[in-house]
Protein backbone atom coordinates (compact mmCIF):
# COMPACT_ATOMS: atom_id res chain seq x y z
CA UNK A 1 0.00 0.00 0.00
CA UNK A 2 1.11 3.65 -1.23
CA UNK A 3 1.87 6.30 1.38
CA UNK A 4 -0.68 8.57 1.65
CA UNK A 5 0.63 12.18 0.36
CA UNK A 6 -0.73 14.60 3.57
CA UNK A 7 0.17 16.05 6.27
CA UNK A 8 -0.03 14.74 9.43
CA UNK A 9 -3.50 15.19 10.57
CA UNK A 10 -4.46 17.47 13.49
CA UNK A 11 -5.56 15.38 16.45
CA UNK A 12 -5.75 17.75 19.71
CA UNK A 13 -9.23 19.56 20.29
CA UNK A 14 -9.44 23.09 21.97
CA UNK A 15 -9.44 22.89 26.00
CA UNK A 16 -12.45 22.37 27.49
CA UNK A 17 -11.15 25.48 29.79
CA UNK A 18 -11.13 27.66 26.96
CA UNK A 19 -14.29 30.49 26.70
CA UNK A 20 -16.23 30.17 23.84
CA UNK A 21 -15.03 33.22 22.39
CA UNK A 22 -11.59 31.71 21.94
CA UNK A 23 -12.81 28.50 21.43
CA UNK A 24 -14.60 30.00 18.37
CA UNK A 25 -11.78 31.75 17.23
CA UNK A 26 -9.77 28.33 17.62
CA UNK A 27 -12.17 26.92 15.74
CA UNK A 28 -11.85 28.90 12.79
CA UNK A 29 -8.33 29.06 12.47
CA UNK A 30 -7.85 25.14 12.60
CA UNK A 31 -11.06 25.22 10.06
CA UNK A 32 -8.57 27.25 7.55
CA UNK A 33 -5.64 25.23 8.65
CA UNK A 34 -7.59 22.14 7.35
CA UNK A 35 -8.51 23.87 4.21
CA UNK A 36 -4.82 24.33 3.36
CA UNK A 37 -3.95 20.90 3.69
CA UNK A 38 -6.63 19.81 1.56
CA UNK A 39 -5.12 22.17 -0.96
CA UNK A 40 -1.78 20.91 -0.21
CA UNK A 41 -2.90 17.52 -0.76
CA UNK A 42 -4.54 18.68 -3.92
CA UNK A 43 -1.03 19.79 -5.66
CA UNK A 44 0.91 16.58 -4.40
CA UNK A 45 -2.19 15.06 -6.20
CA UNK A 46 -1.30 16.57 -9.28
CA UNK A 47 1.94 16.17 -9.07
CA UNK A 48 2.04 13.08 -8.96
CA UNK A 49 0.24 12.36 -12.05
CA UNK A 50 -3.18 11.00 -10.06
CA UNK A 51 -5.47 13.24 -12.44
CA UNK A 52 -3.64 12.88 -15.39
CA UNK A 53 -5.34 12.39 -18.49
CA UNK A 54 -8.39 14.27 -17.48
CA UNK A 55 -10.07 16.75 -20.07
CA UNK A 56 -9.34 20.29 -19.48
CA UNK A 57 -13.20 20.46 -18.29
CA UNK A 58 -12.75 18.26 -15.92
CA UNK A 59 -9.62 19.84 -14.30
CA UNK A 60 -10.74 23.50 -14.57
CA UNK A 61 -13.87 22.17 -12.57
CA UNK A 62 -11.84 20.61 -9.44
CA UNK A 63 -9.51 23.79 -9.39
CA UNK A 64 -12.61 26.02 -9.48
CA UNK A 65 -14.03 23.97 -6.30
CA UNK A 66 -10.95 24.03 -4.69
CA UNK A 67 -10.70 27.66 -5.07
CA UNK A 68 -14.26 28.27 -3.82
CA UNK A 69 -12.70 26.24 -0.30
CA UNK A 70 -10.34 28.04 0.28
CA UNK A 71 -12.40 31.62 -0.52
CA UNK A 72 -15.34 30.35 1.92
CA UNK A 73 -14.02 27.71 4.51
CA UNK A 74 -15.69 24.86 6.24
CA UNK A 75 -18.89 25.97 8.17
CA UNK A 76 -19.10 26.43 12.19
CA UNK A 77 -22.45 26.46 14.45
CA UNK A 78 -22.46 30.24 13.34
CA UNK A 79 -23.61 29.35 9.95
CA UNK A 80 -27.57 29.14 10.07
CA UNK A 81 -27.34 25.62 8.63
CA UNK A 82 -25.08 24.18 11.02
CA UNK A 83 -26.48 25.91 13.98
CA UNK A 84 -27.61 22.55 15.91
CA UNK A 85 -24.82 20.69 14.76
CA UNK A 86 -21.13 20.59 15.89
CA UNK A 87 -19.06 20.09 12.43
CA UNK A 88 -16.02 19.80 13.93
CA UNK A 89 -15.57 16.13 13.78
CA UNK A 90 -15.50 16.52 10.20
CA UNK A 91 -13.25 20.03 9.96
CA UNK A 92 -10.91 19.91 12.91
CA UNK A 93 -8.32 17.47 10.71
CA UNK A 94 -7.43 16.51 7.38
CA UNK A 95 -8.78 13.35 6.23
CA UNK A 96 -6.25 11.89 4.05
CA UNK A 97 -7.75 12.32 0.33
CA UNK A 98 -4.89 10.11 -1.56
CA UNK A 99 -5.97 8.58 -4.59
CA UNK A 100 -3.27 6.12 -5.58
CA UNK A 101 -3.76 3.82 -2.69
CA UNK A 102 -4.58 0.45 -2.96
CA UNK A 103 -8.49 -0.14 -1.93
CA UNK A 104 -9.10 -3.36 0.63
CA UNK A 105 -9.95 -6.69 -0.42
CA UNK A 106 -13.59 -7.46 -0.22
CA UNK A 107 -15.44 -10.59 -1.38
CA UNK A 108 -18.42 -12.24 -2.70
CA UNK A 109 -19.33 -13.75 0.39
CA UNK A 110 -18.44 -10.84 2.65
CA UNK A 111 -21.23 -8.52 0.56
CA UNK A 112 -23.89 -11.23 0.68
CA UNK A 113 -25.80 -9.82 3.56
CA UNK A 114 -26.02 -6.75 2.06
CA UNK A 115 -27.82 -7.36 -1.06
CA UNK A 116 -31.17 -7.48 -2.01
CA UNK A 117 -33.37 -10.00 -3.60
CA UNK A 118 -34.65 -10.34 -7.02
CA UNK A 119 -32.50 -9.89 -10.64
CA UNK A 120 -30.26 -6.32 -9.72
CA UNK A 121 -27.84 -4.69 -11.39
CA UNK A 122 -24.82 -3.89 -8.53
CA UNK A 123 -22.66 -1.66 -8.93
CA UNK A 124 -19.85 -2.24 -5.96
CA UNK A 125 -17.17 0.50 -4.70
CA UNK A 126 -14.69 -0.41 -1.97
CA UNK A 127 -12.92 2.19 -0.42
CA UNK A 128 -13.95 4.89 -2.69
CA UNK A 129 -13.13 3.16 -6.38
CA UNK A 130 -15.21 1.02 -8.62
CA UNK A 131 -14.48 -3.11 -8.37
CA UNK A 132 -15.17 -4.51 -12.07
CA UNK A 133 -14.98 -7.97 -10.32
CA UNK A 134 -17.97 -7.70 -7.63
CA UNK A 135 -20.21 -5.64 -10.03
CA UNK A 136 -22.92 -7.52 -11.41
CA UNK A 137 -25.33 -6.02 -14.43
CA UNK A 138 -22.76 -3.25 -15.51
CA UNK A 139 -24.53 -2.36 -18.86
CA UNK A 140 -22.77 0.71 -21.82
CA UNK A 141 -25.45 0.16 -23.91
CA UNK A 142 -26.10 3.93 -25.13
CA UNK A 143 -29.57 3.47 -26.86
CA UNK A 144 -30.58 1.25 -24.01
CA UNK A 145 -29.26 2.83 -20.94
CA UNK A 146 -25.95 3.05 -18.78
CA UNK A 147 -25.14 1.42 -15.47
CA UNK A 148 -21.35 2.20 -14.86
CA UNK A 149 -18.46 3.55 -13.21
CA UNK A 150 -18.25 7.42 -13.78
CA UNK A 151 -14.52 6.91 -14.26
CA UNK A 152 -15.10 4.87 -17.49
CA UNK A 153 -17.22 7.47 -18.62
CA UNK A 154 -15.44 9.80 -18.95
CA UNK A 155 -13.20 8.06 -20.99
CA UNK A 156 -15.87 7.81 -23.46
CA UNK A 157 -16.07 11.27 -26.26
CA UNK A 158 -20.03 10.42 -26.27
CA UNK A 159 -20.71 10.32 -22.61
CA UNK A 160 -18.06 12.89 -21.50
CA UNK A 161 -19.98 15.78 -23.90
CA UNK A 162 -23.01 14.72 -21.32
CA UNK A 163 -21.18 14.24 -18.27
CA UNK A 164 -19.78 18.31 -19.02
CA UNK A 165 -22.87 19.53 -19.55
CA UNK A 166 -24.55 17.95 -16.43
CA UNK A 167 -21.49 17.40 -13.69
CA UNK A 168 -21.53 20.79 -11.31
CA UNK A 169 -24.74 21.68 -13.10
CA UNK A 170 -27.15 20.77 -10.04
CA UNK A 171 -24.41 20.72 -7.34
CA UNK A 172 -23.33 23.97 -6.95
CA UNK A 173 -20.57 24.19 -5.20
CA UNK A 174 -20.49 27.79 -4.51
CA UNK A 175 -22.23 27.65 -1.06
CA UNK A 176 -21.44 24.14 0.02
CA UNK A 177 -17.80 23.43 1.05
CA UNK A 178 -18.56 19.83 1.37
CA UNK A 179 -19.84 20.28 -2.03
CA UNK A 180 -16.83 21.77 -3.05
CA UNK A 181 -14.43 19.44 -1.23
CA UNK A 182 -16.24 16.67 -2.95
CA UNK A 183 -15.92 18.15 -6.55
CA UNK A 184 -12.07 19.08 -5.80
CA UNK A 185 -11.28 14.97 -5.72
CA UNK A 186 -13.73 13.87 -7.81
CA UNK A 187 -12.79 10.94 -9.34
CA UNK A 188 -14.84 7.64 -9.57
CA UNK A 189 -18.50 7.39 -8.56
CA UNK A 190 -21.38 5.69 -10.45
CA UNK A 191 -23.15 7.14 -14.07
CA UNK A 192 -26.76 5.50 -14.84
CA UNK A 193 -28.55 6.83 -16.96
CA UNK A 194 -31.59 5.94 -19.07
CA UNK A 195 -32.33 7.04 -22.65
CA UNK A 196 -35.85 8.48 -23.49
CA UNK A 197 -38.92 6.35 -23.23
CA UNK A 198 -36.33 3.77 -21.95
CA UNK A 199 -37.19 2.39 -18.76
CA UNK A 200 -34.11 0.35 -16.98
CA UNK A 201 -35.77 -3.00 -15.85
CA UNK A 202 -33.28 -3.74 -12.97
CA UNK A 203 -33.26 -1.47 -10.46
CA UNK A 204 -29.42 -0.27 -9.99
CA UNK A 205 -27.87 -1.38 -6.30
CA UNK A 206 -24.98 1.20 -5.63
CA UNK A 207 -22.61 -0.70 -2.90
CA UNK A 208 -20.05 1.76 -1.11
CA UNK A 209 -18.48 -0.54 1.23
CA UNK A 210 -15.17 1.04 3.49
CA UNK A 211 -12.69 -1.31 4.74
CA UNK A 212 -10.15 -0.89 7.37
CA UNK A 213 -7.76 0.34 5.00
CA UNK A 214 -9.27 2.91 4.50
CA UNK A 215 -8.56 4.48 8.07
CA UNK A 216 -8.31 7.90 8.10
CA UNK A 217 -9.30 8.28 4.80
CA UNK A 218 -11.80 10.81 2.70
CA UNK A 219 -13.97 8.70 0.54
CA UNK A 220 -15.49 11.01 -2.51
CA UNK A 221 -17.86 9.33 -4.11
CA UNK A 222 -19.98 10.92 -7.00
CA UNK A 223 -23.10 9.74 -8.31
CA UNK A 224 -24.77 10.81 -11.72
CA UNK A 225 -28.60 9.43 -12.25
CA UNK A 226 -29.80 10.87 -15.59
CA UNK A 227 -33.12 10.17 -17.16
CA UNK A 228 -34.36 11.39 -20.17
CA UNK A 229 -37.98 12.31 -21.26
CA UNK A 230 -40.45 9.52 -20.50
CA UNK A 231 -37.33 7.02 -19.16
CA UNK A 232 -37.69 5.66 -15.67
CA UNK A 233 -34.88 4.17 -13.56
CA UNK A 234 -34.42 2.82 -9.41
CA UNK A 235 -30.67 3.50 -8.03
CA UNK A 236 -30.59 2.14 -4.13
CA UNK A 237 -26.86 3.94 -2.93
CA UNK A 238 -25.49 2.03 0.55
CA UNK A 239 -23.14 3.03 2.44
CA UNK A 240 -21.54 0.50 4.83
CA UNK A 241 -18.59 -0.11 6.83
CA UNK A 242 -16.67 -3.58 7.93
CA UNK A 243 -15.31 -3.47 11.01
CA UNK A 244 -15.09 -0.30 13.13
CA UNK A 245 -12.81 2.05 11.29
CA UNK A 246 -12.48 5.84 11.52
CA UNK A 247 -12.92 7.65 8.10
CA UNK A 248 -14.87 10.48 6.40
CA UNK A 249 -17.25 9.63 3.33
CA UNK A 250 -18.35 12.82 1.15
CA UNK A 251 -21.09 11.91 -0.81
CA UNK A 252 -22.35 13.58 -3.56
CA UNK A 253 -25.43 12.88 -5.94
CA UNK A 254 -26.79 14.73 -8.28
CA UNK A 255 -30.08 13.55 -10.13
CA UNK A 256 -31.53 15.04 -13.32
CA UNK A 257 -34.87 14.50 -14.49
CA UNK A 258 -36.72 15.19 -18.27
CA UNK A 259 -40.31 15.47 -19.41
CA UNK A 260 -42.41 12.92 -17.69
CA UNK A 261 -39.36 10.90 -16.20
CA UNK A 262 -39.43 8.72 -13.33
CA UNK A 263 -36.54 8.31 -10.47
CA UNK A 264 -36.65 6.38 -7.53
CA UNK A 265 -33.57 7.37 -5.28
CA UNK A 266 -33.54 5.61 -2.23
CA UNK A 267 -29.93 6.06 0.34
CA UNK A 268 -29.19 3.46 3.40
CA UNK A 269 -26.46 4.85 5.67
CA UNK A 270 -25.54 2.31 7.85
CA UNK A 271 -21.50 3.26 8.62
CA UNK A 272 -19.70 2.22 11.47
CA UNK A 273 -19.76 4.30 14.34
CA UNK A 274 -16.54 5.74 14.31
CA UNK A 275 -16.90 6.89 10.80
CA UNK A 276 -18.44 10.42 9.55
CA UNK A 277 -20.31 10.92 6.96
CA UNK A 278 -21.98 13.54 4.90
CA UNK A 279 -23.89 13.44 1.94
CA UNK A 280 -25.56 15.61 -0.50
CA UNK A 281 -28.53 14.93 -3.29
CA UNK A 282 -29.20 17.74 -5.76
CA UNK A 283 -32.18 17.26 -8.33
CA UNK A 284 -33.57 19.01 -11.20
CA UNK A 285 -37.04 17.87 -12.60
CA UNK A 286 -38.45 19.00 -15.79
CA UNK A 287 -42.45 18.99 -16.34
CA UNK A 288 -44.36 16.01 -14.89
CA UNK A 289 -41.91 14.47 -13.96
CA UNK A 290 -41.76 12.51 -10.89
CA UNK A 291 -38.76 11.55 -8.27
CA UNK A 292 -39.35 9.59 -5.19
CA UNK A 293 -36.67 10.12 -1.95
CA UNK A 294 -35.78 8.05 0.24
CA UNK A 295 -32.93 8.28 3.23
CA UNK A 296 -32.21 5.37 5.84
CA UNK A 297 -30.14 6.43 8.37
CA UNK A 298 -28.37 4.64 11.22
CA UNK A 299 -24.86 4.53 10.90
CA UNK A 300 -22.00 6.89 11.62
CA UNK A 301 -20.61 9.01 14.66
CA UNK A 302 -22.07 12.02 12.71
CA UNK A 303 -23.91 11.72 9.87
CA UNK A 304 -25.58 14.97 7.64
CA UNK A 305 -27.97 14.59 4.87
CA UNK A 306 -28.42 17.63 2.48
CA UNK A 307 -31.58 16.95 0.23
CA UNK A 308 -32.23 19.97 -2.36
CA UNK A 309 -34.56 19.39 -5.24
CA UNK A 310 -36.01 22.18 -7.48
CA UNK A 311 -39.24 20.91 -8.87
CA UNK A 312 -38.44 23.39 -12.84
CA UNK A 313 -41.39 22.38 -14.79
CA UNK A 314 -45.19 22.26 -14.45
CA UNK A 315 -46.84 19.24 -13.26
CA UNK A 316 -43.82 17.68 -11.23
CA UNK A 317 -43.98 16.01 -8.41
CA UNK A 318 -41.60 14.84 -5.36
CA UNK A 319 -42.08 12.32 -2.44
CA UNK A 320 -38.90 12.60 -0.36
CA UNK A 321 -39.32 10.58 3.24
CA UNK A 322 -36.68 9.07 5.56
CA UNK A 323 -36.12 7.40 8.71
CA UNK A 324 -33.53 7.90 11.33
CA UNK A 325 -32.86 5.73 14.31
CA UNK A 326 -29.51 6.23 16.68
CA UNK A 327 -28.93 5.79 20.03
CA UNK A 328 -25.10 6.10 21.97
CA UNK A 329 -23.37 9.48 21.31
CA UNK A 330 -24.50 9.86 17.69
CA UNK A 331 -25.47 12.84 15.95
CA UNK A 332 -27.51 12.62 12.93
CA UNK A 333 -28.84 15.38 11.03
CA UNK A 334 -31.32 15.70 8.08
CA UNK A 335 -31.41 19.13 6.19
CA UNK A 336 -34.25 19.13 3.23
CA UNK A 337 -35.53 21.83 0.62
CA UNK A 338 -38.13 21.81 -2.32
CA UNK A 339 -38.07 24.59 -4.31
CA UNK A 340 -41.25 24.99 -6.30
CA UNK A 341 -40.16 27.03 -8.94
CA UNK A 342 -43.31 26.45 -11.51
CA UNK A 343 -46.55 26.08 -11.56
CA UNK A 344 -49.19 23.01 -10.63
CA UNK A 345 -46.41 20.92 -8.22
CA UNK A 346 -46.52 19.06 -5.70
CA UNK A 347 -44.36 17.67 -2.92
CA UNK A 348 -45.38 15.41 0.42
CA UNK A 349 -42.41 14.97 2.88
CA UNK A 350 -42.49 13.03 5.83
CA UNK A 351 -39.23 11.86 7.89
CA UNK A 352 -39.42 10.19 11.75
CA UNK A 353 -37.12 9.79 13.83
CA UNK A 354 -36.46 7.50 16.73
CA UNK A 355 -33.78 8.27 19.13
CA UNK A 356 -31.83 6.70 22.57
CA UNK A 357 -29.34 7.24 24.69
CA UNK A 358 -27.74 10.26 24.16
CA UNK A 359 -28.59 10.55 20.87
CA UNK A 360 -29.26 13.83 19.06
CA UNK A 361 -31.08 14.44 15.72
CA UNK A 362 -31.75 17.41 13.66
CA UNK A 363 -34.15 18.41 11.34
CA UNK A 364 -34.48 21.18 9.00
CA UNK A 365 -36.98 20.95 6.26
CA UNK A 366 -38.05 24.10 4.07
CA UNK A 367 -40.78 24.17 1.08
CA UNK A 368 -39.86 27.35 -0.74
CA UNK A 369 -42.59 28.51 -3.34
CA UNK A 370 -41.61 31.17 -6.09
CA UNK A 371 -43.79 33.81 -6.85
CA UNK A 372 -44.44 32.50 -10.42
CA UNK A 373 -45.29 29.02 -8.69
CA UNK A 374 -49.28 29.06 -8.02
CA UNK A 375 -51.16 26.16 -7.66
CA UNK A 376 -48.77 24.98 -5.87
CA UNK A 377 -49.18 21.72 -3.23
CA UNK A 378 -46.61 20.90 -0.68
CA UNK A 379 -46.82 19.21 2.76
CA UNK A 380 -44.20 18.58 4.85
CA UNK A 381 -43.78 16.68 8.59
CA UNK A 382 -41.34 15.65 10.86
CA UNK A 383 -42.32 12.96 13.72
CA UNK A 384 -39.63 12.14 15.99
CA UNK A 385 -40.08 9.46 18.88
CA UNK A 386 -37.51 10.38 22.28
CA UNK A 387 -36.66 6.38 24.23
CA UNK A 388 -34.33 7.99 26.68
CA UNK A 389 -34.77 11.28 28.92
CA UNK A 390 -30.80 12.41 27.68
CA UNK A 391 -31.95 12.18 24.03
CA UNK A 392 -32.56 15.32 22.30
CA UNK A 393 -34.36 16.68 19.05
CA UNK A 394 -33.75 19.77 17.16
CA UNK A 395 -36.52 20.07 14.06
CA UNK A 396 -37.64 23.21 12.36
CA UNK A 397 -40.07 22.43 10.06
CA UNK A 398 -40.09 25.93 7.13
CA UNK A 399 -42.12 27.48 4.79
CA UNK A 400 -41.30 30.21 2.42
CA UNK A 401 -44.09 31.02 0.15
CA UNK A 402 -44.01 33.85 -2.44
CA UNK A 403 -47.05 32.67 -4.22
CA UNK A 404 -50.82 33.60 -3.79
CA UNK A 405 -53.29 30.60 -4.41
CA UNK A 406 -51.16 27.52 -3.03
CA UNK A 407 -52.30 24.86 -0.37
CA UNK A 408 -49.23 24.62 1.90
CA UNK A 409 -48.68 22.43 5.03
CA UNK A 410 -46.32 21.55 7.62
CA UNK A 411 -45.51 20.68 11.36
CA UNK A 412 -43.27 18.59 13.88
CA UNK A 413 -44.34 16.61 16.39
CA UNK A 414 -41.95 15.34 19.35
CA UNK A 415 -42.74 12.92 22.15
CA UNK A 416 -42.56 9.59 23.77
CA UNK A 417 -44.57 6.03 23.59
CA UNK A 418 -48.16 6.59 24.02
CA UNK A 419 -48.98 5.19 27.64
CA UNK A 420 -52.30 4.28 26.50
CA UNK A 421 -51.07 2.03 23.85
CA UNK A 422 -48.50 0.48 26.15
CA UNK A 423 -51.37 -0.39 28.75
CA UNK A 424 -53.69 -1.56 25.84
CA UNK A 425 -50.89 -4.18 25.02
CA UNK A 426 -49.70 -5.18 28.04
CA UNK A 427 -53.47 -5.98 29.10
CA UNK A 428 -53.61 -8.62 26.09
CA UNK A 429 -50.30 -10.17 27.85
CA UNK A 430 -47.75 -8.43 25.82
CA UNK A 431 -44.60 -8.07 28.29
CA UNK A 432 -43.58 -4.43 29.12
CA UNK A 433 -40.21 -4.72 27.03
CA UNK A 434 -41.77 -6.06 23.85
CA UNK A 435 -44.71 -4.41 23.95
CA UNK A 436 -42.35 -0.73 23.82
CA UNK A 437 -39.99 -2.66 21.19
CA UNK A 438 -43.93 -3.15 18.96
CA UNK A 439 -44.71 0.18 19.56
CA UNK A 440 -41.64 1.68 18.43
CA UNK A 441 -41.40 -0.26 15.02
CA UNK A 442 -44.76 0.16 14.20
CA UNK A 443 -43.43 3.84 14.63
CA UNK A 444 -40.63 3.46 12.11
CA UNK A 445 -42.47 1.16 9.56
CA UNK A 446 -45.74 3.56 9.22
CA UNK A 447 -43.27 5.54 6.60
CA UNK A 448 -40.91 2.72 5.91
CA UNK A 449 -44.22 0.95 4.13
CA UNK A 450 -44.60 3.20 2.06
CA UNK A 451 -41.56 2.71 0.10
CA UNK A 452 -42.31 1.27 -3.52
CA UNK A 453 -39.38 -1.07 -3.98
CA UNK A 454 -40.83 -4.15 -2.19
CA UNK A 455 -37.06 -6.06 -1.90
CA UNK A 456 -35.94 -2.46 -0.43
CA UNK A 457 -39.16 -2.14 2.52
CA UNK A 458 -38.94 -5.67 3.29
CA UNK A 459 -34.98 -5.28 3.97
CA UNK A 460 -35.65 -1.83 5.76
CA UNK A 461 -38.27 -3.35 7.98
CA UNK A 462 -36.45 -6.41 8.45
CA UNK A 463 -33.13 -3.69 9.91
CA UNK A 464 -35.33 -1.46 11.62
CA UNK A 465 -37.34 -4.38 13.52
CA UNK A 466 -33.89 -6.04 14.38
CA UNK A 467 -32.43 -2.95 15.95
CA UNK A 468 -35.56 -2.93 18.50
CA UNK A 469 -35.81 -6.24 19.25
CA UNK A 470 -32.11 -6.86 19.31
Known amino acids: ?32 SVVAEYAAAFGALVDAQAFAGESQWLGSLRRGALRRLEEIGFPTTKNEDWHFTNPTPLTWRCFAPDQNVTPGTVTA ?38 IGSLREA ?44 VTIGRPVHVLHVITADARDRLVSPRTLIVADTHAA ?23 YLAPGARVRHYKIQREALDAVHVGSTYTHQAQDSNYESFSF ?16 GPGAHAT ?41 GVFNGKVYVRPEAQKTDGKQSNNNLLLSDRAKIDTKPQLEIFADDVKCTHGATIGRLDPTALFYLKSRGVGTERARQLLTYAFAADVLEQITVEPVKARLEELAFERFTA
Open 109 to 146: EQLAPYLFDGDWATVVFVDGRYDAALSRGVETNVSKGT
Open 1 to 32: MQTPIVREPRTSMPAASSSPSSIATELTSASA
Open 233 to 255: LTVVESFVSFGETSHFTNAVSEV
Open 154 to 197: FRDDLKTRMLERLIGGAASYQENAFTALNTAFLQDGVFVHAPSD
Open 320 to 360: VNGVYMVAGTQTVDHQTRIEHARENCTSHEVYRGILDGESH
Open 297 to 312: AVGASLSRTNISTVLD
